[in-house]
């Protein structure tokens, strides 16, 4: 089997990987680049995660995460286990899970694929802001609040999860907006259809408010700036231990009982 790796930029991380590569060798797998392996091997945090499948989905390589961060909801193999993991992995003990990604416009200009989320929300300065939601030519509401996600449902047991969404597995093809902290208890989170056309706006009474992808892409939104938000045709296929379930991993991570 041939491996490939995509390391956050840290020392410790880096000779982890020389460590795994070197036990990969001597069971007799090849380590190669991205175009020419079979699985791309992440190690880091989630962060480090959504950064690989942002550059690498069109790939269509399946990804399986290392975790060194914190939480490692993505990374889900933790760093003790790596090596008896990919043994596993070797052996084709293993599940791919094809997960949905977004596409994202800015005033027509796509920003790319994105697997957990887009968020328009207010500044550092700025109060409550006014936002229209829109799927397709149809008006869904007019928000007052802090700001709205757009999610998918790998991006549901994240920041859409701490603003009241609800969370979908993995392999669902459905589309989540969920308000944050809205100045109404009439507007609650919805779970749209795998073929919703999604736009933002600002209202008049907002000057600017920042959109935030997969929280690593940041852009400065003004009343002039349209940004629309679909289902990508670009999916980010993972690896999952064939003993691991999704609700394994809810529990084990986020305390789901």
Avoid: W
Wanted: charged share 25%; net charge neutral; glycine share 6%.
């Amino acid at each position: 089997m041939r491996f490939s790796f995509y390391v956050k930029e840290d020392k410790t991380a880096k000779e982890f990987v020389e460590y795994i590569e070197n036990q990969l060798k001597t069971m007799g797998q090849k380590v190669v680049t991205i175009e020419e392996a079979d699985i791309l091997v992440v190690v880091g945090g989630d962060g480090t995660f959504l950064s690989a499948a942002r550059k690498f989905s069109a790939f269509q390589k399946p990804i399986v995460g290392i975790n060194l961060g914190r939480l490692g909801f993505l990374t889900e193999i933790p760093k003790q286990d790596a090596i008896r993991m990919l043994k596993l992995i070797i052996e084709g003990k293993y599940k791919v899970i094809d997960r949905m990604m977004i596409d994202v416009y800015l005033n027509n200009k796509y920003l790319g694929a994105y697997l957990n989320d887009a968020v328009l929300a207010r500044s550092y300065l700025s109060r409550l802001i006014d936002i229209e939601v829109y799927q397709q030519e149809h008006m869904i509401a007019k928000l007052r609040a802090d700001g709205v996600i757009i999610s998918t449902p790998t991006g549901s047991t994240a920041y859409a999860l701490s603003a009241g969404g609800p969370i979908l597995t993995p392999e669902l093809q459905n589309i989540l907006l969920v308000p944050i902290c809205p100045h109404t208890i009439s507007i609650r989170p919805m779970v749209l259809s795998s073929d919703a056309l999604i736009g933002l706006k600002l209202g008049d009474k907002t000057k600017e408010a920042y959109l935030t992808l997969d929280g690593q892409e940041f852009f400065n939104i003004t009343q002039k700036d349209n940004i629309f938000i679909k289902r990508s045709n670009t999916v980010c296929k993972t690896i999952s231990l064939e003993h691991v379930s999704f609700f394994d991993v809810i529990r084990d991570k986020l305390g789901y009982a």
